[in-house]
């Protein structure tokens, strides 16, 4: 069966700092992977997906960045912290568009 | 392209009564509709989801119901428990990603 794995779960940074989230699924191949951020209260705001290695879409322009350099592998990143990039960072997958997403646990980032 | 809008904002409802949550869609394309839950710190989880080649799509105490002519879907829980407090997420087919409603919280009280 396919699982999807992310950490860390809980992160503090201060502002300024770099940020590398990384995100694996195992049990599939060639998956659609996403990430998404979700602020306290509020909806899902997709920031990037990709369809493939090294196929990035980016949804919000914003100071951060994804990764595939994997198949299974999806890595957000930041070389500069804000307070406003605090959120519950959430990665998911899916066989194609028009199928299931399947979560990850998330990772609750706070930026002091 | 896709925009989906979702409503109530919150939902209050007595254990027993039953909850409905709509939603509306804007590309006549879309052909896939997920319903998640997410409950409270937690990830959101697939609960159900419909095809445009059916209506309606019933799991014991959920149900989705679609209305392709008219671009809406809705979510119907009957029996409601406390259990089902969480927040719900309608979403619809984009190209390559889903596109997601803003959410309904649904508070069911004893």
């Known amino acids: 069966s396919q699982t999807i794995h992310q950490w860390p779960a809980t992160l503090v940074q201060p502002v300024g700092s770099p940020l590398s989230l990384e995100c694996t699924v195992e049990?599939?191949?060639?998956?659609?992977l996403y990430w998404y951020r979700q602020a306290a209260g509020r909806g899902l705001q997709l920031l990037f997906y990709?369809?493939?290695?090294?196929?990035i879409s980016s949804e919000v322009p914003q100071n951060l960045s994804a990764s595939r350099p994997q198949d299974r592998q999806f890595i957000l990143s930041s070389k500069k912290l804000l307070l406003s990039d605090s959120g519950f960072y959430l990665c998911?997958?899916?066989?194609?568009?028009?199928?299931?997403?399947?979560f990850g646990d998330g990772t609750r980032l706070s930026i002091l | 392209g896709e925009n989906v809008e979702q409503h109530p904002s919150t939902l209050s409802v007595q254990e027993g009564d039953s909850a409905v949550i709509k939603c509306t869609y804007s590309?006549?394309?879309?052909?896939?509709f997920p319903w998640y839950k997410q409950e409270l710190g937690k990830r959101p989880q697939l609960i159900i989801d419909?095809?445009?080649?059916?209506g309606e799509k019933k799991d014991q105490r959920i149900a989705v119901t679609l209305n392709k002519t008219a671009k809406h879907f809705s979510l119907h829980i009957t029996e409601t428990q406390p259990e089902d407090s969480a927040v719900y997420f309608c979403?619809?087919?984009?190209?390559?990603?889903?596109?997601f409603g803003t959410g309904t919280r649904l508070l069911v009280s004893p």
């Open positions: 419909i095809r445009s080649n059916v």
């Open positions: 979403a619809a087919e984009g190209f390559q990603k889903l596109v």
């Open positions: 990709s369809v493939g290695i090294g196929q």
């Open positions: 049990g599939t191949s060639n998956p659609n």
């Open positions: 590309d006549s394309a879309s052909n896939y």
């Open positions: 998911a997958w899916s066989s194609e568009g028009s199928q299931p997403q399947h």
